[in-house]
């Protein structure tokens, strides 16, 4: 596609691109609480809502005909696996902002997944310029297992934020711990402070 600009991500370009207490893979393993949900795109919504001008609902459809970026970025996962050099393709979360014009009265954003899943982020860890709404990886579709057809990716923070198969982002005044926040992960996740559990 032309005009298809590609972001680096700030980590990939620091010397000692692997946080501490963390080990370098060059598999992409797969982890997610509970059953792996099987999308149909044909069913598939994306619903942003909440303290926003205008509530959208988008088909898949809708959701591909968006502006599209690629995204260099490493993944760390608080398990303990780093893998770096991630090409990703899809939506940047601000294509999401312009959308929907995020009122000011928002703070933070709660992702929810098709399953259950939810994850809370700050508005403003969501609205960097290397997050976005992912359905590729190295060029190629995500695989149901890795989030099809469309999951988060939030390069700067631990991958437990990166939700997979994503349905509904809603745009809140206070936050709410996600899934795994609620089970005493960090509610913030930054691998460089090791934020892994605990506040
Ligand atoms: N919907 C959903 N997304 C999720 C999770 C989950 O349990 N459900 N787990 C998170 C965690 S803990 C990690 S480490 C990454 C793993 O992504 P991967 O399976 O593509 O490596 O997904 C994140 N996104
Ligand atoms: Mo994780």
Redesign the pocket.
């Known amino acids: 596609m032309r005009d298809m600009p590609t972001i680096i991500s700030p980590d990939t370009r620091r010397e000692n691109r692997i946080p501490p207490g963390q080990r370098l893979t060059n598999k ?7 059953a792996m ?1 099987d999308i149909d795109t044909a069913q598939w919504t994306l619903t942003i809502s909440g303290l926003v001008e205008k509530e959208r609902v988008l088909d898949y459809e809708e959701f591909l005909a968006l502006p599209r970026v690629r995204v260099l970025s490493d ?1 760390h ?3 303990g696996w780093s893998r770096l050099d991630n090409l990703w393709e899809g939506v940047s979360t601000d294509t999401i902002k312009e959308l929907v014009n995020i009122l000011p009265e928002a703070r933070f954003v709660i992702v929810r ?3 259950g ?1 939810t ?1 809370n982020l700050a508005l403003e860890d969501f609205l960097q310029f290397d997050v976005l709404l992912a359905t590729q990886h190295n060029s190629e579709p995500l695989t149901p ?3 099809y057809p469309v ?2 990716v939030v390069p700067r923070l ?9 349905i509904g982002l809603e745009f809140t005044a206070t936050d709410r711990p996600g ?2 926040e609620s089970y005493g ?1 960090h509610n913030h996740g930054d691998p460089w402070e090791e934020e892994r559990y605990g506040n």
């Open positions: 992409w393993p797969v982890l997610h609480h509970g949900p993944i996962c608080v398990t997944s098709q399953g899943f994850a297992d890795h989030g999951r988060l631990y991958f437990w934020k990166s939700a997979k198969w994503v899934f795994w992960y």
